[in-house]
């Protein structure tokens, strides 16, 4: 209870002693009142029970209050380890079919195949890939929720750097602009502290989701900033953007929106970045206007 | 002609050991087959495998406690795991407990017959592996795995916890040609997509750590369009 809750609950019983100080003392008269009691007597009597009464059911809404918060408190975590459970366990029983799999189309692949079967089996052996990837994406999910982070001093602007250089390298950009803003003046961007790794994860997915998202002659911008005592890392792409009705959902897992149906991807892409950055005590919010693009915003405490 | 080496494969799923059998007898392995950790104790003493492939999770007796149960007694057996679990920790406990190697699930399984030629190759019979080694030493580099440091000189160097793990792994690995994405599966245990520039930046952080000059290594090999190797000369020490 604040020191004003007090204030108000002694209220009553301060009042009741003034009172009776000033019957008792003849500064104003003290009648007999009812039950043949004066009224020093009854003004204590009744201001101490009122002060009492308050004091006792404040107490008791803020023992409740603190109750129920203590209950979502383990509700959410119940729910949160229940779904670890839960993808532990798929994970485990998606692996040994796979193993399995894979071993029956080695042997199958022994003995040279007929043209069209060799098609078929390497079909199905991208398809076992895909599923591979998927329970893996699935896992580091689940694993970021439990394991604690391997931290280091990460110097972003380097990460950066390296990110856009990787997508460069690996990525038929096809005329689309990609440019990398960092600050110099009047300092360099501040480090972060983090595991590099997973940094670069999520930076890579958000700026991978940008290049498939965008097509011939669009720009797509990389910048990041200090901004207090946090740094801001901007994906920015003048791609199709996200209809307003996707914009909370394309958080969720597997969830996959209308654009996104013909585009591959795992629908885990985004729900991995926002755990990777949570999980190192930041926030990414994404901001999008339909026809214009699409900005990322991740925000991650400086050191 | 020497005989096939003799391999005992050890999983519950029959699905993959029905389908792994064939495969690796056609690798050149003499195989047989246990469904449990107790039908293995019990093949191992018949059978006398030279290597045991053995996943992790089983109803009875699990592979972990096969793998205790057997390096207790002194049968340093090579063993390869097959592992599920995801974490990085767990898998170095592993190879501290006496494993060989660990290879996680699901696996090509032309990467296992490989593994396994490796081990073979690598293992001096009767000897505890490398791997179980607390304390290694090559040239001036002390890698103390119990305590996760590293020494040059006596002097503790400073490396982030994934390039120690990374180096863990290679020097218990050494003279082997390890691709970036066996080093991806076996430390980070995670498929990246970026995965193996990762690699690449650890490696570069060791060797800059360790003072290793990539045109005339001491310790780590860059093999052009391959991976790496470590090629110090390792030594358990105490």
């Excluded at chain 2, 049968?75 to 592992?83: A, E, F, G, Q």
Aim: aromatic fraction near 6%.
């Amino acid at each position: 209870m604040k020191w004003w809750g007090w204030l108000l609950s002694l209220l009553p019983a301060g009042i009741g002693i003034l009172i009776a100080l000033l019957a008792t003392n003849e500064i104003i008269s003290d009648p007999i009142l009812f039950l043949r009691g004066k009224l020093a007597a009854i003004a204590i009597l009744m201001g101490v029970t009122i002060s009492i009464i308050t004091i006792a059911a404040t107490q008791f809404w803020i023992y409740n209050q603190r109750k129920q918060k203590r209950e979502i408190r383990e509700l959410r975590k119940q729910a949160s380890e229940d779904r670890r459970h839960f993808l532990q366990r798929l994970d485990h029983e998606l692996k040994n079919p796979l193993t399995a799999i894979q071993a029956g189309l080695t042997n199958i692949t022994y003995e040279p195949l007929e043209d069209y079967l060799a098609n078929e089996v390497s079909a199905v052996q991208a398809q076992v890939l895909r599923i591979s990837r998927l329970i893996a994406d699935l896992r580091k999910l689940a694993a970021l929720e439990t394991t604690p982070l391997e931290t280091t001093v990460v110097n972003m602007a380097e990460l950066l750097t390296e990110v856009v250089s990787v997508m460069k390298d690996q990525t038929n950009l096809e005329d689309r602009q990609l440019t990398l803003i960092l600050p110099n003046a009047p300092w360099p961007l501040s480090d972060v502290e983090g595991d590099p790794d997973l940094l670069l994860l999520a930076i890579h997915n958000l700026l991978d989701n940008a290049v498939k998202f965008t097509a011939q002659g669009d720009t797509i911008e990389v910048r990041a900033f200090d901004d207090r005592n946090d740094i801001v890392i901007e994906v920015a792409d003048t791609g199709p953007g996200i209809p307003g009705t996707e914009v909370d959902r394309v958080w969720e897992e597997l969830y996959r929106g209308e654009q996104a149906r013909s585009i591959p991807g795992s629908g885990l892409g985004l729900p991995l970045v926002r755990a990777i950055i949570e999980k190192h005590g930041g926030i990414v919010v994404l901001r999008s206007r339909p026809d214009q693009g699409t900005v990322f915003s991740v925000r991650l405490p400086a050191i | 002609m020497d005989a096939n080496p003799k391999l005992l494969l050890v999983d519950d799923e029959t699905a993959i050991t029905d389908r792994l059998a064939p495969f690796l007898s056609r690798a050149g392995f003499d195989v047989r087959v246990a469904a449990d950790g107790e039908a293995a104790l019990q093949e191992i003493v018949s059978y006398t495998p030279d290597l045991i492939v053995l996943d992790v999770l089983m109803p009875r007796l699990d592979g972990r406690e096969v793998l205790r149960q057997l390096r207790q007694k002194g049968d340093w057996t090579p063993i390869i795991l097959l592992t599920q679990v995801g974490e990085s920790a767990e898998r170095a406990m592993a190879l501290m407990e006496g494993a060989d190697d660990y290879i996680n699930k699901p696996f090509d399984p032309n990467e296992l017959a490989a593994r396994i030629k490796t081990v073979l190759r690598r293992a001096s019979p009767g000897q505890p592996p490398l791997t179980v080694a607390e304390r290694l030493r090559c040239g001036d580099l002390v890698v103390d795995r119990t305590k996760r440091r590293a020494y040059l000189k006596t002097k503790e160097v400073d490396l982030s916890p994934k390039a120690m793990s990374l180096l863990e792994y290679m020097v218990t690995h050494p003279d082997e040609l390890l691709s970036r994405d066996r080093l991806l599966d076996a430390v980070w245990g995670w498929d990246f997509p970026v995965g193996t520039r990762t690699v690449d930046t650890r490696i570069a952080e060791l060797r800059r750590v360790l003072g290793d000059d990539p045109g005339d290594p001491q310790f780590i090999e860059t093999i052009p369009g391959q991976g790496y190797r470590f090629i110090g000369k390792v030594e358990k020490t105490s």
